[in-house]
């Protein structure tokens, strides 16, 4: 499995890490400052966002991984932010849209060639104002009629929309 850590050399005193069987598991170990460096999943933050009709928006990716593929409006959680926050920041970079959060639908665990290990936190939220249009790293951004929806491309995704479809 890919590792989000991707440092070879101990930021503290520049000696080369190595892999060492530390409180049960196998760690990047400094073997002089004898500091441990542990590997934790990135934050990665989502919304099914809906319209007034009732509408759910989908951006097609324009980056990897998945490139060309539907998927919610989602990114990396920026260090200064919420949950809240970086859902409604990537929410407006993608789509041009404003959202208002309802509610957490879910927090998943997932695990990227790409990016290593990721926990997805995706909320609903409802479209509040600004212009649709695709944005940052969206190809198009468009509200689906749910029985018209695209495939999506990430189960967690998929997932959370299935969980909003069957309350509503």
């Not at 260090?79 to 407006?92: A, C, F, S, V, Y």
């Not at 695709?134 to 190809?139: F, I, Q």
Request: charged share 30%.
């Amino acid at each position: 499995m890919k590792s989000n850590l991707l440092i070879k050399y101990c930021p503290h005193c520049s000696h080369k890490l190595i892999r060492k069987q530390l409180e049960g598991r196998n760690r990047l170990y400094c073997t002089n400052c004898e500091k441990i460096y542990y590997e934790n999943p990135t934050p990665v933050v989502a919304s099914v966002t809906r319209d007034k009709k009732g509408r759910i928006l989908l951006v097609k990716r324009k980056i990897e991984p998945c490139k060309g593929k539907w998927a919610l409006p989602c990114g990396f959680m920026e260090i200064d932010e919420t949950p809240i926050q970086g859902t409604l920041r990537e929410l407006k970079e993608e789509t041009g849209i404003d959202g208002k959060v309802k509610r957490l639908i879910g927090v998943y665990s997932n695990n990227s060639k790409l990016h290593g290990y990721l926990v997805t936190i995706i909320y609903e939220a409802k479209a509040a104002g600004g212009e649709l249009c695709a944005g940052d790293d969206a190809e198009e951004a468009v509200f689906y009629e749910i029985k018209d929806m695209p495939e999506i491309v990430f189960s967690s995704h998929l997932e959370a929309v299935k969980e909003v479809i069957k309350n509503h």
